[in-house]
């Protein structure tokens, strides 16, 4: 297992925002919670902190990739699975 601090659009370090590399499975955790988990090339969300507050999404949009309106449209169209992660 490897944790990663994310790091800011400066290039520095955030505190509280993680990645964590845990064998096949890469997780995005945001302070004591996890938010986000990529397993086997799916990715799950935590069904009530995925969009718990802006910093969060700031950094969850970072380790997606995308921006909210993308996130919202794939789990719409189940690409993306809530489910609980904490």
Known sequence: MRVENMKSA???FVPNQF???DNE???FQ???SII???KNGIIYLDNYY???STTTGK???AFLGENIHVTR???KKGDYILKDLN
């Open 30 to 32: 945001s302070y004591d």
């Open 59 to 61: 950094y969850r949009n």
């Open 19 to 21: 990645i964590v590399y």
């Open 10 to 12: 400066r290039g520095n």
């Open 50 to 52: 995925w969009d718990y």
């Open 36 to 38: 986000a988990l990529i």
């Open 73 to 75: 449209d794939k789990i």
């Open 25 to 27: 499975k890469t997780y």
